[in-house]
C-alpha cells in the first residue's frame, strides 16, 4: 500500500470517473486503474463498485477511503506545519463558496489576492453550503466562505463581515413610496425565491416567516436558481425579492432606485470564512481573510443595530 493508492482512490471517490480522477492526478487513466486494482487486490477486496455509472464505493471501500482521506491530511498537515513555523506564504489552497456569494465577493478581492500571493495556487469551487459542509468533513476542500452560524463542532468559524438584506421591487409597487420598510410592508404572495438548496432562500422564509404564509391560489409557482434570475423576474413580471447588499455592485442607476433598506435593527446575514479547526496553514488563511475584509465597506464591519438571520 502506497500514498499514491491512497490518493489514487480517493480522487477517484471524488470524481466518479477514471479519466477525470487521472486527470486530476496527472496520469494516465491505464495506470491509475492498474494502482487502483493493485491496492485492491492486496486488500483483497473490492473499493469500488465498477457496475455503477457514476462510479462509487463499496460499503467497506468507503471506510477505506474515509481513512485515506485522513492519512493524506495528515501528510499534507506536516509539510504545511513546517511552511507555517518558517512564515511561509504558500502552497496549495482550495476553497468553497456559495453561489450567492460568489459572483460578488470574487471580483473585489481576487485579483490583487493572487498579485501579492504569486506563490499560492488557489482553486475556487463554487457550491451550495450543504455539499461545502461535506467536501469541508470529507478534506476536498481546505476553506471556505459561507453564511453562518453553523452547528458543526469540527469547523472553526471567522467571522468576516455583517452583509444587509436588501429588498428589490417592481417600480410599480407600493414600496415604492416608502423610504425605509418592515417586514410587515412586504407582499409575501408576490415575493420570487430561490430554488431549495440555497441557505439564502431559508433566511428570507426565516426573516418573512413564510411558513405560516398559505400558497393557495396562486397561479404561477417559480422558484428561480440565481439573484440574478430573481432580479429579471422582478423587473419583467413586477412583485418583489429580497437580495443581499453584495449583489447592488451589479445593479444599474436604475435598478438602484428600486432597492429598498430595511428599519433598524437590520435584517443580515453573517459572512464567514470557516475551515477544519485542525487547519495548520493559519498564516495562508489570515492572509486570504486579510485581502477579503480590505475590500469590505466599514458600514458592513460590525452587528450593531442589526438583527442576523438564522438559517434553518
Excluded at 117 to 143: C, F, G, P, S
Aim: aromatic share 6%.
Amino acid at each position: 500500500m502506497t500514498l499514491v493508492q491512497l490518493e489514487y482512490i480517493v480522487a477517484l471517490d471524488t470524481y466518479r470517473n477514471f479519466s477525470s480522477a487521472a486527470e486530476k492526478c496527472f496520469v494516465t487513466q491505464p495506470t491509475l486503474s492498474m494502482q487502483v486494482q493493485k491496492l485492491e487486490e492486496e486488500l483483497d477486496l473490492k473499493i469500488f463498485d465498477r457496475s455503477k455509472k457514476p462510479l462509487i464505493a463499496t460499503e467497506l471501500g468507503r471506510e477505506i477511503i474515509d481513512l485515506a482521506r485522513s492519512v493524506l491530511s495528515g501528510t499534507k498537515a506536516i509539510s504545511d506545519l513546517v511552511s507555517e513555523r518558517k512564515g511561509e506564504i504558500n502552497g496549495e489552497l482550495h476553497i468553497g463558496i456559495i453561489p450567492t456569494l460568489a459572483p460578488y465577493l470574487l471580483p473585489l478581492f481576487l485579483q490583487k489576492f493572487l498579485k501579492k500571493y504569486e506563490e499560492i495556487n488557489l482553486t475556487v469551487v463554487e457550491l451550495t453550503t450543504e455539499r461545502i459542509i461535506e467536501q469541508l468533513k470529507r478534506n476536498v476542500i481546505d476553506a471556505a466562505i459561507l453564511v453562518t452560524p453553523l452547528e458543526y463542532t469540527s469547523l472553526k468559524v471567522t467571522p468576516l463581515f455583517y452583509e444587509e438584506f436588501i429588498l428589490y421591487s417592481a417600480k410599480s409597487s407600493d414600496v415604492q413610496k416608502i423610504k425605509e420598510i418592515s417586514v410587515e410592508e412586504i407582499d409575501v404572495d408576490k415575493l420570487w425565491l430561490l430554488e431549495e438548496g440555497h441557505c439564502f432562500r431559508s433566511q428570507i422564509i426565516n426573516l418573512c416567516d413564510l411558513q405560516k404564509v398559505s400558497q393557495e391560489g396562486k397561479r404561477f409557482h417559480y422558484e428561480a436558481g440565481s439573484l440574478e434570475t430573481l432580479i429579471r423576474m422582478v423587473d419583467q413580471n413586477q412583485g418583489n425579492t429580497i437580495l443581499p447588499e453584495l449583489a447592488m455592485t451589479v445593479l444599474s442607476t436604475s435598478q438602484k432606485r428600486s432597492t429598498r433598506r430595511f428599519k433598524s435593527p437590520v435584517p443580515v446575514r453573517e459572512v464567514s470564512l470557516v475551515t477544519h479547526r485542525d487547519f495548520v496553514k493559519k498564516r495562508l488563511i489570515e492572509a486570504l481573510r486579510d485581502s477579503i475584509i480590505d475590500f469590505i465597506p466599514d458600514t458592513l464591519m460590525t452587528k450593531k443595530k442589526k438583527r442576523v438571520i438564522s438559517i434553518d
